[in-house]
């Protein structure tokens, strides 16, 4: 099947490469001409385990193209997926912009029978608003009875459930696809490309457009209330003296709650919870709901983000000035450079103005920090270096390569052995027995 994806950042260019790998010819449109140029050239521009592998293949196989002409992308393709951004507008609504304009496009363009599917997160309504747009636009060159020959188009909902840091894997093999549609034309060519990824059985869950955009909303809603909720059982686990990894333990062996997602920290960040969580408050209040639990979770959530600060101000008695904190980990999360609404950025930012020094490092993240922060804090080139003359050191994204440092080299660089860490790494007992200060998160502080 011949297949166009408008948007090739983290979701695009995932979606894009995984269905060239199951045979289809892919086109992927993007208006960041040098991505697309880097793209062309055959690198890939996001850092996200195993594409590599698969993008290279399906470049070399003729099977992965990559173009800023829409118009080029849209004509020979059955089916087009919208991976665009909807990110928060200012009153946290989604801002349906890059949709709406791309829809406005399109119906300039298509005049042959086309399956529009929208894998963006966006608010109950939008395959309608999409129809709507696109319809609106060809009856501006022509009469939209160009639908003579039945419809032109369908608008189909297909949220995605990837996790970057797993992109591939969670695309290759999903828990579930879901798929929102009342055609059944458009129904039968989706399901069709689905096909070679739910060979295992998982389902392909048909249901109506707008439950489909409802359920990626609630999807990440729920997971980030998973998140919240723990947290404050972290907290409390400190003014308790109760340790939150026995608590998490304790409870997430039962099956009705699960053990994923029951791990306390330092908040929720990246592109999407943020912005969903937001998005579907804003949803609720637009149409006369009070969603209390989500306000809840957005609160917790942005006080947890710095949370581990006042404890580092309590460690120095209120003097950071001068001082220097390592910080181990910038990305929002591991195996990804993605730092969008990232915890250690909003951690950086405070530290800054009460005076302190940074010196960081992050496997993958350090190019798109300091495009944002440039010189204000330092770049080391690996993690030890980070802790050269450093007063504490500071864990904000739980990358593999952190969790079993050499405690010999660490003891010997830092100038004090001191660790805040908003990850909650290493066991208590052997940070007594190294004899460090050892502040985490819903645990005995050690000193
Ligand atoms: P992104 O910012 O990484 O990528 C979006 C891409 O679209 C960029 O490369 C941008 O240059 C391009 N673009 C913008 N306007 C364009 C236009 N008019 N024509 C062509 N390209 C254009 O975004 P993302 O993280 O891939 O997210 C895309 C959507 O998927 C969002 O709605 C997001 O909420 C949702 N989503 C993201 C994830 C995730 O983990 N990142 C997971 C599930 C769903």
Redesign the pocket.
């Known amino acids: 099947m011949n297949i166009a994806v ?9 979606t894009g490469t995984c269905l060239a790998e199951t045979g289809n010819n892919v086109i992927c ?4 001409i040098e ?1 697309v140029v880097k793209m062309k050239a055959g690198v890939v ?2 850092y996200e385990p195993h594409l590599d592998i698969l993008f290279q293949r399906n470049i070399k196989q003729g099977r992965l193209k990559f173009t ?1 002409h ?1 118009e080029e992308a849209v004509e020979n393709s059955k089916i087009i997926f ?6 928060p507008g200012e009153d946290g609504s ?1 801002d349906l912009s ?2 709406l ?2 829809a406005e ?1 399109l119906g300039k363009i298509i005049s042959e029978y086309k399956v529009i599917v929208d ?4 608010p109950v309504g939008t395959a309608e608003l999409v129809s709507k747009t696109i319809l609106q636009s060809m009856s501006k060159i022509s009469s939209p009875s160009g639908k003579s020959g039945g419809v032109l188009f369908d608008v189909v909902s297909n ?6 840091g797993f ?1 591939v894997d969670d695309f290759m093999k999903p828990d579930r696809v879901v798929i929102g549609t009342s055609s059944e034309k458009a129904k039968k060519l989706i399901t069709d490309l689905y096909k070679p990824f739910v060979r295992q059985g998982n389902p392909i869950l048909f249901m109506d457009e707008r439950s489909a955009e409802l359920t ?1 909303y609630a999807a ?1 809603s729920f997971l980030a209330t998973k998140i919240s909720f723990m947290n404050e059982i972290a907290n409390l686990c400190e003014l308790l003296g109760a340790n939150v990894d026995a608590v998490r333990m304790g409870i997430g062996s039962d099956d009705r709650i699960g053990k994923r997602f029951l791990f306390p920290g330092i908040g929720y960040g ?3 919870f943020p ?2 969580v937001q998005a579907l408050a804003k949803s609720a209040s637009d149409n006369n709901y009070d969603f209390k639990i989500l306000k809840s979770v957005m609160e917790v959530n942005e006080t947890q983000k710095t949370s581990i600060v006042p404890k580092i101000k309590t460690y120095f008695k209120n003097d950071l000035k001068g001082k220097k904190i390592a910080i181990w980990g910038l990305a929002f999360k591991p195996d ?1 450079d ?1 730092i ?1 609404e990232a915890p250690a950025l909003y951690i950086i930012e405070e530290l800054l103005k009460l005076g302190a020094t940074i010196s960081a490092y992050d496997p993958e993240a350090m190019a798109n920090v300091r495009k944002l922060l440039g010189d204000k804090i330092e770049f080391a080139t690996d993690q030890y270096e980070a802790l050269k003359n450093a007063d504490a050191l500071l864990i904000a994204t739980e990358w593999a390569v952190f969790r079993t440092p050499d405690f010999t080299r660490v003891s010997a660089l830092l100038k004090n052995k001191t660790i805040f860490d908003g990850r909650n790494l290493y066991d208590l007992s052997e940070m007594k027995e190294l004899g460090y200060y050892y502040c985490s998160v819903g645990r005995e502080l050690v000193k």
């Open positions: 408008i948007g090739t950042g983290y979701v695009g260019l995932v449109v993007d208006i960041d991505k521009p996001i800023t829409l919208l991976a665009l951004p909807t990110p989604a890059y949709i304009g791309v496009q894998k963006s997160t966006v949220p995605e459930f990837l996790r970057e992109a990626k990440n990246g592109s999407c912005k969903d990804t993605d969008r």
